[in-house]
């Protein structure tokens, strides 16, 4: 069980985010502020994520405990022979997707005839192309040209409201940078396509057992700070407001991000926090071996690791709430109405 004394000896977890200023990672604002992983023996060092460096060379040098990673990420790591091992699953519905204006006709993806996609990057493309195979469809079918116009917000937005693209493909934060730009957008992505784990903690296999109390230190608390969302998001959007109050320019704004981030990508969908889905692990993985991103599929066994979830689950929900009620009685000048 965690501890709750914050004058304990704390070991230091370094770890790289996917965004390290971005309210989409509520979490780990929750989990400082909050005091989860003080109570939980460790302290965490958020590393700069804006580096031309792979996320995994960090674990494989030993400047990392833990990196978040997307899926792609992983299975190309894991088809490299690498020893890579995901602990804990963040999101159990991929950030990734296709959207498109508010007011646009396009009702779906089917109706994405003879336009342009925008791609945050080189990457999305094989987001775009399973989309459209869900559908039963292709690029070249459909005339469809993809470029590839960055992670900008308001360039994003602007693309879409000039419309030098007529549909954009990416991530959660790319969408939510157009949103805070003033452009209003639909997800047309199919359900199916959004099932995949997204991001997940990883982790270097041969330094697991050395550094398996501070990971689950670490994993303990975040688990604790994702829950704190559900239980008040509101609560939740005021703490990451102190550290990213640019986020919150518009509140309304700022609101629906949160609350995407909490009830859509980062919602519990299992029973345990952080739970492992080797079904969906192989599921994903053809459209990766066709378009040449893993050379065969990889058994999920051989990268998957959950050994570490009971440990990151062992809290209870009055420790959950005594960390907000103290962030909430100490900072009520900074709590949104």
């Known amino acids: 069980m965690a501890s709750t004394v914050h ?11 996917s965004n390290d200023a971005n309210c989409a990672e509520y979490a780990q604002y ?13 302290e965490t060092n958020i590393l700069p994520s804006e580096t031309t460096v792979p996320f995994v060379a960090f674990l494989q040098n030993g400047d990392a405990d833990l990196v978040m990673l997307d899926s792609a990420q992983i299975l190309q790591a894991a088809d490299a022979g690498l020893p890579i091992k ?12 296709i959207v498109v204006p508010d007011e646009s006709p396009i009702q779906g993806l089917a ?5 342009t996609i925008g791609l945050a990057s080189d990457r999305d493309l094989i987001t775009t192309i399973i989309a459209m195979e869900s559908v039963g469809t292709t690029l070249e079918d459909n005339n469809i040209t993809t470029v590839v116009v960055g992670e900008s917000g308001p360039i994003l937005a602007g693309a879409l409201r000039d419309g030098t693209i007529d549909a954009f493909a990416g991530g959660g934060a790319d969408r939510r940078g157009i949103e805070a ?3 209003r957008i639909r997800n047309i992505t199919p359900i199916e396509v959004s099932r995949n784990p997204g ?6 296999g041969p330094t697991l057992e050395e550094k398996r109390e501070k990971i689950e230190g670490f994993l303990r608390g975040f688990a604790m700070a994702q829950h704190a969302g559900v239980l008040d998001t509101k609560l939740s959007a005021s703490a990451c407001r102190t550290v990213i109050p640019e986020q919150f320019e518009d509140i309304n704004v700022g609101m629906q991000m949160m609350n995407t981030a909490v009830y859509v990508y980062q919602l519990r969908r ?60 100490a900072n009520r000048d900074k709590l949104i109405d």
Not at 7 to 17: D, R, W
Not at 30 to 42: E, H, I, K, Q, T
């Open 7 to 17: 004058a304990q000896q704390l070991e230091e977890v370094n770890v790289i985010s």
């Open 30 to 42: 929750n989990a400082d502020l909050f005091g989860y992983w003080a109570d939980s023996g460790v």
């Open 86 to 97: 995901v602990l804990y699953e963040i999101y159990g519905f991929a950030p990734e997707g």
């Open 111 to 115: 109706d994405l005839k003879d336009v």
């Open 181 to 183: 730009a003033g452009v």
């Open 199 to 204: 991001n997940s903690w990883a982790a270097w």
């Open 270 to 329: 299992g029973i345990e926090f952080g739970e492992l889905q080797p079904d969906v692990w192989a599921a994903i993985q053809s459209p990766y071996v066709k378009l040449g991103e893993i050379k065969k599929e990889i058994d999920p066994d051989t990268f998957l690791d959950s050994s570490f979830l009971e440990a990151a689950n062992d809290f209870t929900l009055d420790q959950v709430k005594a960390g907000m009620a103290e962030w909430k009685e």
